[in-house]
Nanobody, 123 residues
């Protein structure tokens, strides 16, 4: 499974960005998908997760109400819509895919990772 993330960039505080992650390869094995982020000097942080059907989504309190996650299984793509961005959202954002039927929120639950896309929010 290969994951290609895109859509990062520079945005002012209060602005929006939409990240995309296209999956290819043995995609039939993929169930849940997620997004993580990592700021310099910090651990990788869970941002969002979505079930295979798209019916269940999970967010930490830090982004709840501002970020949404969705997926288009016909296009093998998952999206992260980020609104009301804050400078503390600045990080490299990674998409991830899991074989597990249960939606994962821990890093260890994901077997496949994309290359990351930089999101920078200026104040």
């Amino acid at each position: 499974v290969q994951l290609q993330a895109s859509g990062g960039g520079l945005v002012q505080a209060g602005g929006s960005l939409r990240l995309s992650c296209a999956a290819s390869g043995s995609i039939a094995s993929i169930n849940g998908m997620g997004w993580y982020r990592q700021a310099p000097g910090k651990a990788r942080e869970f941002v969002a997760a979505i079930s295979r059907s798209g019916g269940n989504t999970y967010f930490p309190d830090s982004v709840k109400g501002r970020f949404t996650i969705s997926r288009d299984n016909a296009k093998n793509t998952v999206y992260l819509q980020m609104n009301s961005l804050k400078p503390e959202d600045t990080a490299v954002y990674y998409c991830a895919a899991s074989n597990s039927i249960r939606v994962q929120t821990a890093v260890e639950g994901y077997a496949y990772w994309g290359q990351g896309t930089q999101v920078t929010v200026s104040s």
